[in-house]
């Protein structure tokens, strides 16, 4: 049986989302193009609010609230915080907000230890095709689109006409149910469709960060490809001293080596950015 979500609808003709709406994707990527092995599967939440609707990664917000959780225990107990690597669950950092009515979309990332709020102003030029299937006895139509450097082909069903989507995508004639890029290395699909929990309203509903760099999409490129190219300018500009646990002072420069050998490896696995543009 379908899960049933309300909505309105305005005289203009367009269908806006009943606030406080989760709706749940299941997102499978590969970090690594050359290595079939590096497939990663996140569930990602997209909640829908009356003004805007939030897009992130359930496990990177479930760990996110538990650090929260524990950093304030421990400064009421010990005065002092301890953020242990266990704690940090997730793989999917960035979020994305999208504000209503014209789907005015931020990305809400971190890069070089500075968080950034980054406008994206392109448009999805949509293509519709005759091309329909069933999915969970929905009826969806196939939808193309490029976008970020990938090409896309979304199914999308009418019988839930929200004009949302998984991350950045919006603005087909209903909710995009399927959707996967042409390298079959990026893929969402919907699970579930719900009531945003009480609680959650409750306490403080959104995940995006209040404290981030608004920045233009080209600066925010800049940024990005610098750090890439050179990912421990930050900890070479600190001028401070480390020491070991017996006091004694370490090679920092030894450690900015170590610690830029580590990145730069990391960096050259995760090569299959969701925005390949970004890359180039």
């Not at 225990?73 to 010990?78: A, E, I, N, V, Y």
């Not at 390298?183 to 699909?189: D, P």
């Not at 030894?254 to 050259?268: G, S, V, W």
Request: no cysteine.
């Amino acid at each position: 049986m379908k899960k049933i979500v309300f909505f309105l609808f305005l005289y203009i003709g367009i269908f806006i989302p009943a606030q406080n709406t989760r709706i749940i994707y299941d997102y499978q990527f590969l970090k690594d193009s050359t290595d079939t092995n590096s497939k990663i599967i996140e569930r990602m939440v997209l909640d829908i609010y009356s003004h805007h609707s939030e897009f992130y990664s359930e496990a990177v917000a479930q760990s996110d609230s538990l650090r929260f959780e524990s950093a304030i225990r421990q400064m009421k107990t010990s005065n002092s915080i301890t953020i242990t690597s266990d704690m940090k669950k997730g793989e999917v950092r960035d979020k994305i907000a999208k504000y209503y009515p014209h789907y005015i979309t931020f990305l809400h990332t971190r890069v070089g230890g500075t968080s950034y709020k980054v406008i994206d102003e392109r448009k999805l030029h949509w293509h519709l095709t005759s091309e329909t299937k069933k999915v969970n006895n929905w009826e969806v139509q196939k939808a193309k689109v490029t976008f970020a450097g990938r090409n896309w082909e979304a199914w999308f069903t009418k019988d839930i006409p929200l004009q949302e989507g998984p991350y950045k995508f919006h603005g087909l004639p209903g909710l995009i149910v399927e959707m996967e890029d042409t390298t079959k290395t990026h893929r969402f699909s919907l699970v579930e469709i719900k009531p945003m929990p009480k609680i959650e309203l409750d306490k403080n509903p959104t995940k995006l960060s209040k404290n981030s760099v608004e920045i233009t999409l080209e600066k925010f490129r800049e940024q990005f490809q610098k750090h890439r190219k050179d990912p421990t300018i930050v900890m070479r500009m600190d001028t401070g001293k480390i020491f070991d646990a017996n006091g004694n002072p370490l090679d920092i420069n030894k450690i900015i080596r170590e610690r830029e050998h580590k990145m730069k490896e990391k960096i050259k696995k995760d090569n299959n950015h969701i925005e390949r543009d970004l890359l180039y």
